[in-house]
Protein backbone atom coordinates (compact mmCIF):
# COMPACT_ATOMS: atom_id res chain seq x y z
CA UNK A 1 0.00 0.00 0.00
CA UNK A 2 0.95 3.27 -0.56
CA UNK A 3 1.41 6.11 1.87
CA UNK A 4 -0.54 9.80 1.77
CA UNK A 5 1.69 12.13 0.28
CA UNK A 6 -0.01 14.47 2.85
CA UNK A 7 0.66 12.25 5.72
CA UNK A 8 4.27 12.07 4.74
CA UNK A 9 4.35 15.81 4.17
CA UNK A 10 2.83 16.96 7.90
CA UNK A 11 5.57 13.99 9.11
CA UNK A 12 8.58 16.00 7.50
CA UNK A 13 6.88 19.51 8.73
CA UNK A 14 6.33 18.24 12.18
CA UNK A 15 9.25 19.93 14.49
CA UNK A 16 11.09 17.35 16.61
CA UNK A 17 9.59 17.14 20.02
CA UNK A 18 11.58 18.81 22.89
CA UNK A 19 11.87 15.51 24.60
CA UNK A 20 14.21 13.53 21.57
CA UNK A 21 15.54 16.99 21.56
CA UNK A 22 17.09 16.68 25.17
CA UNK A 23 18.12 12.79 24.69
CA UNK A 24 19.69 13.51 21.34
CA UNK A 25 21.88 16.52 23.63
CA UNK A 26 22.96 14.15 26.16
CA UNK A 27 23.71 11.56 23.69
CA UNK A 28 26.31 14.13 22.23
CA UNK A 29 27.85 15.06 25.32
CA UNK A 30 31.74 13.44 25.61
CA UNK A 31 32.94 16.04 28.41
CA UNK A 32 33.47 15.71 32.20
CA UNK A 33 31.30 18.75 32.26
CA UNK A 34 28.41 20.76 30.64
CA UNK A 35 27.74 24.57 30.60
CA UNK A 36 24.33 26.28 31.06
CA UNK A 37 24.61 28.01 27.81
CA UNK A 38 24.94 24.79 26.33
CA UNK A 39 21.62 23.78 27.54
CA UNK A 40 19.70 26.45 26.65
CA UNK A 41 21.68 26.54 23.11
CA UNK A 42 20.53 22.99 23.18
CA UNK A 43 16.61 23.98 23.51
CA UNK A 44 16.67 26.99 21.16
CA UNK A 45 13.23 28.88 21.04
CA UNK A 46 11.81 26.23 23.33
CA UNK A 47 14.35 26.79 26.30
CA UNK A 48 11.78 29.68 27.61
CA UNK A 49 9.06 27.37 28.14
CA UNK A 50 10.79 24.44 29.10
CA UNK A 51 12.43 26.23 31.76
CA UNK A 52 9.16 27.87 33.26
CA UNK A 53 7.57 24.62 32.92
CA UNK A 54 10.30 22.99 35.27
CA UNK A 55 11.45 25.97 37.50
CA UNK A 56 7.12 26.31 38.36
CA UNK A 57 6.48 22.43 39.54
CA UNK A 58 8.31 22.60 42.69
CA UNK A 59 5.70 25.53 43.63
CA UNK A 60 2.57 23.56 42.97
CA UNK A 61 3.03 21.89 46.34
CA UNK A 62 3.14 22.79 49.41
CA UNK A 63 6.51 24.11 50.31
CA UNK A 64 8.63 22.40 53.27
CA UNK A 65 11.17 24.55 53.76
CA UNK A 66 9.65 28.14 55.10
CA UNK A 67 9.87 30.52 52.34
CA UNK A 68 11.03 28.25 49.85
CA UNK A 69 8.73 28.86 47.12
CA UNK A 70 10.42 32.47 47.25
CA UNK A 71 13.65 31.13 46.26
CA UNK A 72 12.03 28.33 42.91
CA UNK A 73 9.80 31.71 42.58
CA UNK A 74 12.35 34.39 41.32
CA UNK A 75 14.29 32.46 38.28
CA UNK A 76 10.50 32.10 37.14
CA UNK A 77 10.13 36.20 37.42
CA UNK A 78 13.77 36.14 35.38
CA UNK A 79 12.58 33.72 32.75
CA UNK A 80 9.34 35.19 32.61
CA UNK A 81 10.47 38.90 31.78
CA UNK A 82 12.29 37.43 28.56
CA UNK A 83 9.07 36.43 27.27
CA UNK A 84 7.43 39.82 28.32
CA UNK A 85 10.21 41.43 26.00
CA UNK A 86 9.99 39.50 22.98
CA UNK A 87 13.32 37.57 24.07
CA UNK A 88 13.09 33.77 22.34
CA UNK A 89 16.30 32.47 23.13
CA UNK A 90 17.43 32.83 26.60
CA UNK A 91 19.97 35.83 27.33
CA UNK A 92 22.15 34.55 30.26
CA UNK A 93 24.55 36.63 32.40
CA UNK A 94 27.89 35.65 31.28
CA UNK A 95 28.51 34.72 34.86
CA UNK A 96 25.75 32.26 35.07
CA UNK A 97 25.65 31.39 31.54
CA UNK A 98 29.63 29.76 32.06
CA UNK A 99 28.46 27.89 34.91
CA UNK A 100 29.01 24.15 34.52
CA UNK A 101 27.20 20.77 35.90
CA UNK A 102 28.48 17.43 35.65
CA UNK A 103 27.91 15.25 32.73
CA UNK A 104 27.04 12.39 34.58
CA UNK A 105 24.22 14.08 36.56
CA UNK A 106 22.53 15.52 33.41
CA UNK A 107 22.83 11.53 31.76
CA UNK A 108 21.53 10.47 34.40
CA UNK A 109 18.51 13.42 34.86
CA UNK A 110 17.81 13.94 31.25
CA UNK A 111 16.11 10.78 30.14
CA UNK A 112 13.91 10.81 33.85
CA UNK A 113 12.51 14.27 32.92
CA UNK A 114 12.53 13.20 28.84
CA UNK A 115 10.19 10.29 30.02
CA UNK A 116 7.78 12.59 31.78
CA UNK A 117 7.54 14.93 29.04
CA UNK A 118 7.19 13.01 26.25
CA UNK A 119 4.27 11.32 28.39
CA UNK A 120 2.84 15.15 28.37
CA UNK A 121 3.69 16.33 24.81
CA UNK A 122 0.95 13.00 23.50
CA UNK A 123 -1.65 15.43 25.23
CA UNK A 124 -0.20 18.49 23.44
CA UNK A 125 -0.46 19.53 19.40
CA UNK A 126 -0.22 23.22 17.88
CA UNK A 127 -3.08 25.00 17.67
CA UNK A 128 -4.66 27.92 18.33
CA UNK A 129 -2.02 29.32 17.28
CA UNK A 130 -2.72 33.12 17.15
CA UNK A 131 -1.78 32.60 21.21
CA UNK A 132 1.79 31.46 20.21
CA UNK A 133 2.37 34.72 17.75
CA UNK A 134 5.01 37.01 18.67
CA UNK A 135 2.59 39.84 19.66
CA UNK A 136 0.30 37.74 21.80
CA UNK A 137 3.92 36.19 23.35
CA UNK A 138 4.81 39.19 24.65
CA UNK A 139 1.49 39.61 26.93
CA UNK A 140 1.78 36.01 27.73
CA UNK A 141 4.99 37.10 29.31
CA UNK A 142 2.93 39.55 31.66
CA UNK A 143 0.73 37.55 32.46
CA UNK A 144 3.71 34.92 33.65
CA UNK A 145 5.39 37.62 35.33
CA UNK A 146 2.43 38.43 37.47
CA UNK A 147 1.69 35.00 38.32
CA UNK A 148 5.69 34.41 39.06
CA UNK A 149 5.83 37.06 41.22
CA UNK A 150 2.78 36.02 43.10
CA UNK A 151 3.49 32.84 43.37
CA UNK A 152 7.21 33.53 44.60
CA UNK A 153 5.44 35.39 48.04
CA UNK A 154 6.18 34.37 51.07
CA UNK A 155 2.19 33.97 51.47
CA UNK A 156 0.93 29.69 52.42
CA UNK A 157 -0.60 28.39 49.44
CA UNK A 158 -0.92 31.22 47.77
CA UNK A 159 1.00 30.48 45.14
CA UNK A 160 -0.04 26.81 44.03
CA UNK A 161 -2.44 27.57 41.32
CA UNK A 162 -0.43 30.33 40.07
CA UNK A 163 2.49 27.84 39.17
CA UNK A 164 0.97 25.37 38.12
CA UNK A 165 -0.54 28.04 35.44
CA UNK A 166 2.64 28.55 34.48
CA UNK A 167 3.72 25.33 34.25
CA UNK A 168 0.20 24.95 32.10
CA UNK A 169 1.81 27.89 30.34
CA UNK A 170 5.21 26.79 29.64
CA UNK A 171 4.29 23.63 28.48
CA UNK A 172 1.80 25.24 25.56
CA UNK A 173 4.93 27.20 25.08
CA UNK A 174 6.92 24.30 24.44
CA UNK A 175 4.66 22.86 21.20
CA UNK A 176 2.41 25.94 20.73
CA UNK A 177 -0.38 24.70 21.99
CA UNK A 178 -2.72 28.20 22.94
CA UNK A 179 -5.07 26.03 23.71
CA UNK A 180 -3.18 25.10 27.00
CA UNK A 181 -1.92 28.49 27.30
CA UNK A 182 -5.37 29.53 27.69
CA UNK A 183 -5.63 26.66 30.25
CA UNK A 184 -2.56 27.61 32.28
CA UNK A 185 -3.86 31.33 32.07
CA UNK A 186 -7.19 30.79 33.77
CA UNK A 187 -6.13 28.44 36.28
CA UNK A 188 -3.31 31.22 37.24
CA UNK A 189 -5.91 33.78 37.40
CA UNK A 190 -8.14 31.97 39.61
CA UNK A 191 -5.48 31.40 42.00
CA UNK A 192 -4.99 34.62 41.86
CA UNK A 193 -9.01 35.75 42.46
CA UNK A 194 -9.25 33.01 45.01
CA UNK A 195 -5.88 35.04 46.74
CA UNK A 196 -7.56 38.28 46.71
CA UNK A 197 -10.53 36.87 48.24
CA UNK A 198 -9.11 35.66 51.07
CA UNK A 199 -6.51 38.64 51.80
CA UNK A 200 -9.93 40.76 51.32
CA UNK A 201 -11.16 38.29 53.90
CA UNK A 202 -8.49 38.80 56.43
CA UNK A 203 -8.78 42.66 55.98
CA UNK A 204 -12.50 43.33 56.62
CA UNK A 205 -12.42 40.98 59.54
CA UNK A 206 -9.32 42.49 61.19
CA UNK A 207 -11.15 45.74 60.22
CA UNK A 208 -14.29 44.64 62.34
CA UNK A 209 -11.75 43.41 65.77
CA UNK A 210 -12.54 45.78 68.72
CA UNK A 211 -9.73 48.48 68.74
CA UNK A 212 -7.39 48.44 72.03
Do not use: Y
Request: glycine share 10%; net charge positive.
Amino acid sequence: MFSDPREDFRARERPARTSRMLRDFVDTLSGERVSLQDIVGALGDRGLGVLIAIFAVPNIFPSTVPFGNVATGLPVVFLSFHLMLGWQKLVLPHSIARRTISAKVMKSVTPKLAAILARIETLLKPRLLAITGPLAERVIGALCLSLSLISALPIPFAHNLPALGLCMIGLGLIEHDGAAILLGAVIGMTGVVLLGLVLFGLAAGLGHLPSL
